[in-house]
Each structure stands twice: as C-alpha cells, then as structure tokens.
C-alpha cells in the first residue's frame, strides 16, 4: 500500500471516529480535508456521501457517490450508496434503476447487506428486502437489529411464522427492545397466565 492510501485513509478512519463520537459537523469538516487532499481516493467520496446523509443533506450524498463511482464505476458497495442516497433525496425512479441492478448482489459485510435490505424496503421491494436481510443474518446471526429488520419485512410480506422466530431471535439478543417486543405482541393473542 502506498503512502497515499495509507494516509487517506488514516483521514478517513477519523471521520468514523468522529460520526461515532456524535460530532457529525468536524467528520463532515475533516471529510471535505480528506476529499481535497485526496481527490482520487473513491472511498473517501463515498464515506462524504454516507456523512452527508448522516447530516440530512441527501442532494450533497449523492452528488458524493456519483464522484465515487466516477472513480471506481460499478463498485456494489458505491452504487448501494448512490441508491440509499437517492431514496433519501426523494428520487425513487433513478434509485429503482441501481436497485435492479444490484438487487441480487451479495455483498460481503452484513453492514452493507442491511443497508441495502433497509433501501429496498424503502423501495417497497420486499422480496429484495427480505434478500438482503437473510444475507446480513447470514453475515452476523448475533445482530438484533438484523434479525428484526427481516422479522418487518417477512411480516409485511404475510410469512408469520419466520417473521415470529426472528423476532423471537432479536428479543433474546436484546431483551429490552421495545420494538421487537410490541411486534412480536401482535403475533398471537395472550392469556391472563401470559
């Protein structure tokens, strides 16, 4: 790896750490720094669009994940950027036309297989959805998040039964999800003794 790279990336991993430590204005500010010294760094486009949704501002996301996949046309994990960034801004016919596109894509982090699922159920594609869910549980079964993502999307698609045992999954990950717990209530109906 040249030093380039390298030290783009040692930018980059401050933006993370600063979106993680709840400081979106300086990721977004040492964002632009990383952009400017590094033009032809896609990630960093990428990770610029990612932030700018971050701080509600989709047309600058996806004006981001264009310059990406100008520099790296075609990456899955770009053009899932693109799309997400699209169905924010309210363009769902240009994000329909990547979702075909990627819709049986298997990406390899279930961070970007959840982020698709959760695009695609935006999209009101389900099935797609569905597809991209049972991937990110595949990916990490020990997410609760993921396991109640897809528990939403096969309940709204009328597979109850599978949609019960991922919320029953999700519950006993994190026992304290309201949500999980509410949905999950719907299931069946209750006794006194329950």
Known sequence: MNDSISSAQALEKQVWQLMKAGRPEEAAAACDQLNQAFPDYAAGWNTASR????????????????HALLLEPGKPEFLLQKMASLAVYGDLDAANVIADEIATHRFETAY??????????????HEDA??????????????????????????????????????????????????????????????EDD
């Open 51 to 66: 932030v700018a949704i971050g701080l509600n501002e989709p047309a600058l996301a996806v004006q981001a994940a264009k």
């Open 112 to 125: 970007h297989a959840s982020t698709c699922g959760v695009t695609m159920k935006r999209l009101q594609r």
């Open 130 to 191: 569905e597809f991209h869910y049972l991937r990110a549980v595949g990916l990490n079964p020990n997410n609760p998040n993921y396991r109640f993502n897809l528990a939403t999307v096969q309940r709204f698609m009328g597979k109850l039964e599978a949609a019960s045992d991922n919320l029953d999954k999700a519950i006993s990950l994190n026992p304290t999800d309201c949500e999980a717990l509410l949905l999950r209530s719907g299931f069946r109906t209750y006794t």
